[in-house]
């Protein structure tokens, strides 16, 4: 066995292995969301969202202590600094008594820079809006992909998209994430990076099956590896610039965008694994064959190609 059947087989277990993780994650996910749920942010829920500042820096597990004392039901605590803070309390549980107290307390002056509500029928109309508009965004892929792929090579990078999703969502459920407007229209932004992502290797390995369906002499699984080792310098790039981008976002952008931030930087790495693991790995499951792409010419014009 030569060296370069070698790095082939090490690339196809790397490709296998990394298959049985997706699917493990994908279990995982799927456990998460059934066994915990998801937690619903202010946007989905309806409720009260105040926001203020202090003048003297302060922690916000010493912050919330302060507020327990005078808030006896549940609210979320975010802090976008040492001095600027974001609460979150549900309809049912408004209580004014802790920001009374706050804004008299003259070693924190707190001062109140919004305060705002939103109903729970609102929150629900945007819940069915949102997944309304994630279930639209999966079925143009679905069709885009339909039309420009043959069924296996799409089946693959359908399969991909829904493992992303699943992903992320799985990831909010386990550690209780706060799920909102932001982190729904990251899940729409991860669906487009990744459909980009599967698509790159999808075409290249249509066009190496294309260029050797007259010889054959290179396997599906040899030309799928070539495929993700040709493209692979791009995707790393292209993935590693995005999520410097996605980085800065959480640590700069604060509490606001943190959850959208921590979605799409997972997406992100997600997607690029299952580009290669799933979307370009399960079509040679499936039989993906050079006969798939074999284009049929009339004799005509074969003789016009065989001419010297």
Not at 53 to 76: N, R
Not at 203 to 217: P, S, Y
Not at 223 to 247: F, Q
Request: proline share 1%; net charge negative; charged share 15%.
């Amino acid at each position: 066995m030569n060296k370069a059947t070698e790095k082939m087989s090490t690339a196809t277990r790397l490709r296998l292995s990394g298959l049985v993780l997706s699917i493990l994650l994908v279990a995982f996910s799927v456990i998460g969301i059934a066994t915990k749920g998801l937690n619903f942010g202010l946007d989905f829920t309806g409720g009260y969202l105040t926001e203020f500042t202090t003048s003297v820096p302060i922690s916000k597990v010493e912050l919330a202590a302060k507020i327990s004392d005078y808030h006896a039901g549940h609210f979320i605590l975010s802090a976008q600094s040492s001095q600027h803070f974001q609460l979150r309390e549900a309809e049912q549980a408004n209580n004014s008594d802790w920001l009374s107290a706050l804004t008299q307390d003259e070693t924190l002056g707190a001062d109140v820079v919004s305060s705002s509500y939103l109903g729970s029928q609102v929150g629900d109309e945007l819940f069915e809006q949102g997944c309304l508009a994630l279930f639209a965004a999966m079925i143009a892929v679905m069709i885009y992909l339909a039309l420009r792929f043959e069924w296996r090579l799409a089946l693959g990078a359908v399969i991909a998209l829904m493992h992303d999703v699943i992903v992320v969502v799985g990831l909010f459920a386990w550690l209780q994430l706060d799920f909102n407007l932001t982190v729904l229209a990251s899940l729409l932004a991860i669906i487009g990076y990744s459909l980009n992502d599967s698509i790159i290797v999808g075409d290249r390995v249509r066009e190496l099956l294309r260029l050797d369906t007259k010889k054959q002499q290179a396997s599906v699984n040899t030309v799928i590896d070539e495929s993700i080792k040709s493209t692979l310098t791009r995707t790393l790039i292209t993935s590693g610039t995005t999520l410097a981008t996605v980085a800065s976002v959480w640590l700069l952008a604060g509490a606001p965008l943190q959850g959208f931030a921590i979605a799409l930087f997972v997406g992100i790495v997600v997607g690029t694994l299952s580009s290669i693991c799933i979307a370009a790995t399960l079509p040679q499951l499936l039989g993906l064959r050079h006969e798939n792409y074999h284009i049929k010419i009339d004799e005509q014009s074969q003789a016009l190609m065989d001419m010297p």
